[in-house]
Nanobody
Framework: QVRLVESGGGLVQPGGSLRHSCAAA????????MAWYRQAPGTERELVAS???????NYGNFVKGRFTISRDNAKNTVNLQMNSLKPEDTALYYC???????????????WGQGTQVTVSS
C-alpha cells in the first residue's frame, strides 16, 4: 500500500514563509494527483493546491499567488511553499495522493498525518 509522510509546518509570524514536504512511500509506479488541503478548527477541510503528474496545478481562491505547489515524480514527493502568510492561514495541513498505481494494485485517496501551521505574532 501507500504511506504519506509529511514534514514542515510550525509557527511563523505574519508575512513569513513556510515550506511543507510530503513523501509517498511504497512500491509506487505512479501517482496521478497530489494535493494539499487544510482544516482550521470548526471549519471543513478545503483544497489549498493540487498538481497532476503532468504538472497541471490548481489553487484555492484564497491563495492569490502566495503559495506554490511542486512535485518530483521520480521521488513521489510534493511540496508546498507558502509565502506572505496570514493569521487566517492557521490550520492543520494535510497531504493527499490520489489515483495511485503500485506493485500491489490501484489505490485511491491517501492522506498524510497532518502538520500544524500557526501564523501569529
Amino acid at each position: 500500500q501507500v504511506r504519506l509522510v509529511e514534514s514542515g509546518g510550525g509557527l511563523v509570524q505574519p508575512g513569513g514563509s513556510l515550506r511543507h514536504s510530503c513523501a509517498a512511500a511504497g512500491e509506487i509506479f505512479s501517482i496521478n494527483h497530489m494535493a494539499w488541503y487544510r482544516q482550521a478548527p470548526g471549519t471543513e477541510r478545503e483544497l489549498v493546491a493540487s498538481i497532476t503528474d503532468s504538472g497541471t496545478t490548481n489553487y484555492g481562491n484564497f491563495v492569490k499567488g502566495r503559495f506554490t505547489i511542486s512535485r518530483d515524480n521520480a521521488k513521489n514527493t510534493v511540496n508546498l511553499q507558502m509565502n506572505s502568510l496570514k493569521p487566517e492561514d492557521t490550520a492543520l495541513y494535510y497531504c493527499n495522493a490520489d489515483d495511485i498505481y503500485t506493485r500491489s494494485g490501484y489505490w485511491r485517496d491517501y492522506w498524510g498525518q497532518g502538520t500544524q501551521v500557526t501564523v501569529s505574532s
